[in-house]
T-cell receptor, first 114, second 110 residues
């Protein structure tokens, strides 16, 4: 039982390049989330999904897109990376809304945009 | 959603009790309070959740006063392995809205 896994663990991009971060969970959770974590700012919700085929915007969605084609996977895309997107990205999953259900987090992806 | 504010850092010694207070003045009726622990290079991990009064589990206690404008995470008899960042989360029970605090770095010394 791996829980929540994220790929890749670390990536360096040049401004304007694109990439996709992959999140996978094996807990059969309906809800999945993408956060970014910046120093002094805690975690901020980028996008979330309440089930296969559904996605919705969170607090800071600009510059990111997501897809949930399979229940166990949640992809985060950066179409044209900017230095402001340098951050640590965390994926999480839960059986219900994050406000009341335990979220299970992945180990994170460190992204550096030059 | 309620803005969450917590101290940046706290120092303690092994065997002491550590209390971390989170302020959430504008908390709504539908909001719950959850605390997460994060070690370096890992994702946050659930510690405890509450709505009002006091909640206790095997690792921590959560005190929430009647007005719910703050909450206090209590870690009894800390050890070196409790050195981590602790996050307060206020989240809504009927929609996606949530607010993480900036985190409190707790350092436990021998």
């Amino acid at each position: 039982n791996a829980g929540v896994t994220q790929t890749p663990k670390f990536r360096v991009l040049k401004t304007g390049q694109s990439m996709t971060l992959l999140c996978a969970q094996d807990m059969n959770h309906e809800y999945m989330y993408w956060y970014r974590q910046d120093p002094g700012m805690g975690l901020r919700l980028i996008h979330y999904s309440v089930g296969e085929g559904t996605t919705a915007k969170g607090e800071v969605p600009d510059g990111y897109n997501v897809s949930r084609l399979k229940k166990q996977n949640f992809l985060l895309g950066l179409e044209s990376a900017a230095p402001s997107q340098t951050s640590v990205y965390f994926c999480a999953s839960s059986s219900g809304l994050a406000g009341v259900e335990t979220q299970y987090f992945g180990p994170g992806t460190r992204l550096l945009v030059l | 959603l309620a803005k969450t504010t917590q101290p940046i850092s706290m120092d303690s010694y092994e065997g002491q009790e550590v209390n971390i207070t989170c302020s959430h003045n504008n908390i709504a009726t539908n909001d719950y309070i959850t605390w997460y622990q994060q070690f370096p290079s890992q994702g946050p991990r659930f510690i405890i959740q509450g709505y009002k009064t006091k909640v206790t589990n095997e690792v921590a206690s959560l005190f929430i006063p009647a007005d719910r404008k703050s909450s206090t995470l209590s870690l009894p008899r800390v050890s070196l392995s409790d050195t981590a960042v602790y996050y307060c989360l206020v989240g809504r029970s009927n929609d996606y809205k949530l607010s993480f605090g900036a985190g409190t770095t707790v350092t436990v010394r021998a």
